[in-house]
């Protein structure tokens, strides 16, 4: 994991630096076979948050728990309404208006089995079994499809939505039994680019969710910059970025086609990991690099491209977040801690009490060991306890 995002954005954004609004040829991913996925004919009758259909599932990876899956209305980027997914896990006893933490975990994929709503039990969802640590704690979990009904990997400002709409079914489902509840986000690396834009998103768009803590780490604060970076070099996890390349431009078909900028080889590969999942898209692009798929270079971007890097950067992103918020990076991670520091002052400055706690030596791997710090930070939230800040 430790250049897995370094490779994602470099790739994404050279991709997009060339894209051609000439034309609109998107490879979308084969349909779930699965009719509870299907958005109904009438999806836009429907308010962002309102649940569309629901069923129980079977779940032994989470023993004693009762599990539910949403299907609920959301928006893309293009301001269309859309039908997402998620996956609500209740502790023992079912629900009663314990906290409730919205999940984001890192999903790199183009496919749509690979989603968290099937990936949390078929093993594609790495952290699922570290979800019974918050179970445990008498907490109920939301995992979301963040990556939307086409899986648009790369796309996280409409991830955050997803996240936020998602929560707002979970309340207006009574059934669950969590109407009451307070909210936490968090996630890491892609997971929580996404949570972060959740946070960022909420007071604007769901003032109404009573977010009470934010844990992130690993963030990606702006995919362009990274991509400077780490512009050009092979890299064995090169095929992450390709494929973010390509979730971006089912997310924004017109302004990021990608056509006129693939080669051969990058025509034959879009295709070929169309439906993959991490593993695969790893595999697909070993030690590849950008001239080995794209014609053009990275100093083609036009005002468009540059607005929709910006759009889906947190960076560059005015949104500000209001819940407390604890994040934590790794001072060797590749994804840059400056940047970190400086979006943290950001919301300091704003008013948001943020504990940013930069990890000696970790990078991007073991930066995550940290996560048992966010969990109890989480829990000071929802005990009512005063957020620290070292703003």
Not at 40 to 67: E, H, L, M
Not at 131 to 151: H, I
């Amino acid at each position: 994991m430790t250049v897995r995002l370094a490779v994602t954005a470099a790739a994404i954004t050279a991709a997009l630096a060339t894209a051609s609004p000439a034309q609109a040829t998107a490879i979308y991913p084969i349909a779930d076979p699965d009719p509870f996925y299907a958005a109904p004919a009438d999806i836009g009758n429907f308010r962002p948050g309102d649940v569309v259909r629901s069923r129980q599932i079977p779940a032994v990876q989470f023993p004693g728990s009762t599990v539910w899956q949403l299907l609920y209305r959301s928006t893309d980027s293009g301001g269309d309404p859309i039908a997402a997914m998620t996956t609500v896990i209740l502790p023992l006893g079912g629900g009663h208006n314990q906290p409730l933490v919205s999940y984001q975990p890192f999903i790199n994929a183009l496919g749509l089995q690979c989603a968290p709503s099937h990936g949390l039990f078929t093993g594609e969802v790495k952290e699922s079994v570290a979800l019974n640590l918050l179970l445990a704690r008498g907490w109920a979990v939301t995992v979301p499809d963040y990556l939307g009904p086409d899986s648009a990997y790369g796309a996280a400002k409409m991830g955050g939505r997803l996240v936020l709409d998602s929560t707002r079914a979970i309340k207006r489902f009574k059934q669950i039994g969590l109407a009451d509840s307070p909210v936490a986000l968090a996630g890491y690396s892609g997971g929580g680019m996404v949570t972060g834009f959740a946070a960022a998103l909420a007071p604007d768009y769901a003032p109404e969710l009573p977010i009470v803590g934010v844990a992130m780490g690993g963030v990606v604060e702006n995919i362009g910059k990274l991509a400077l970076d780490t512009y050009g070099a092979p890299n064995p996890l090169f095929g992450l970025g390709f494929a973010g390349a390509v979730g971006l431009e089912r997310e924004y078909p017109k302004d990021m086609a990608l056509d006129k900028w693939l080669n051969p080889a990058g025509l034959a590969l879009r295709n070929q990991m169309s439906n993959a999942c991490t593993e695969e898209i790893i595999a697909d692009a070993a030690n590849k690099k950008f001239t080995d798929y794209f014609n053009g270079s990275a100093d083609d971007v036009n005002a468009t491209q540059v607005h929709i890097i910006h759009a889906n950067s947190l960076e560059t992103f005015d949104g500000v977040p209001r819940a407390p918020i604890y994040q934590w990076h790794g001072t060797s991670d590749v994804v840059s801690p400056q940047l970190v520091r400086e979006v943290a002052g950001r919301y300091c400055h704003a008013g948001t009490p943020v504990q940013l706690d930069m990890l000696p030596g970790a990078d991007h791997g073991t930066g995550m060991l940290n996560a048992p710090r966010a969990i109890d930070y989480l829990a000071d939230r929802f005990a009512g306890r005063p957020a620290p800040s070292n703003c």
